[in-house]
C-alpha cells in the first residue's frame, strides 16, 4: 500500500450493514471458518482473491496451493504492501495474523511451513475474500 492509498475507516454498524454475518464474524471479530467449509478452499479457477470488505487485491491463484489444512493457502500476496501481520496470542498461541492493510480485515494468519520460494503458508479464510476470475484483460 503507497502512502497516497487512505486507510479505509467505519463504524461497526456501516461493516455490519455491508459484510454478511459470516464475514463480518471472521473480518471484523478476528474468528476462523471450520477447516474444509470455506467456498475457495478447492477453487482451481486462474484469478485474483480481493479483500471481500474493501476490494484490495491480496492474493493471486498463481500463488495457491493445496497445504492439506483446509483453508485457502498461497505462498505469497499479490503486493506486500496490500497485507500487514501482527502477532496474535490468542487461543494460548503465539500465530501471526494477517490482515488486510487498507481496511484492517482480519483475513488469517501465515506461518513458516510454505512451499519454496518463501517458505510461507499464508492460511486465509474463504469468508475473507472475494474472487475475481481471470478475463484476460489486465
Known amino acids: 500500500m503507497t502512502d497516497s492509498t487512505k486507510k479505509i475507516q467505519k463504524t461497526e ?4 450493514d455491508e459484510l454478511t454475518s459470516e464475514q463480518y464474524r471472521v473480518t471484523r471479530m478476528k474468528g476462523t471458518e471450520r477447516p474444509f467449509s470455506g467456498e475457495y478452499n478447492d477453487n482451481k479457477e486462474e484469478g485474483i482473491y480481493r479483500c471481500v470488505a474493501c476490494g484490495t487485491p491480496l492474493f493471486s491463484s498463481e500463488s495457491k ?31 501471526t495474523e494477517v490482515h488486510c492493510a487498507t481496511c484492517g480485515a482480519h483475513q488469517g494468519h501465515v506461518f513458516e511451513d510454505g512451499p519454496q520460494p518463501t517458505g510461507l503458508r499464508y492460511c486465509i479464510n ?13
Not at 483446509?70 to 496470542?89: I, K, L, M, Q, Y
Not at 474463504?126 to 489486465?138: H, N
Open 13 to 16: 454498524e456501516e461493516w455490519q
Open 126 to 138: 474463504s469468508a475473507a475474500l472475494r474472487f475475481d476470475p481471470e478475463t484476460g484483460q489486465k
Open 65 to 95: 496451493y493445496d497445504s492439506g489444512t483446509g483453508w485457502p493457502s498461497f505462498w505469497e500476496p499479490v503486493d506486500a504492501d496490500n497485507v500487514e501481520t501482527e502477532e496474535d496470542r490468542m487461543l494460548f498461541m503465539r500465530r
